[in-house]
């Protein structure tokens, strides 16, 4: 009988890991607030940054004669 190789052991390790994780997210009251918060935080930082003021052109022309 072969053994398992040290890459294959990780793999299986790795996704028990993300099953076990996925289940305490959905099936608990303290990882659905987590997810929620998650949500709420990248939301709020995709509205701030949609407020970035965009760098003009104009600044790179070198042909401007007020930039220079």
């Not at 995709?46 to 104009?58: E, G, K, M, Q, V």
Request: proline share 3%; hydrophobic share 45%.
């Amino acid at each position: 009988m072969k053994s398992l190789g040290f890459h294959r052991t990780c793999r299986v390790a790795a996704l028990t890991s993300a099953f076990a994780l996925a289940f305490v997210l959905v099936w608990t009251d303290s990882g659905r607030n987590v997810v929620a918060w998650v949500c709420r935080q990248s939301a709020e930082t995709l509205t701030d940054a949609t407020h970035i003021r965009a760098l003009s052109l104009d600044r790179l022309d070198p042909t401007c004669p007020q930039c220079i």
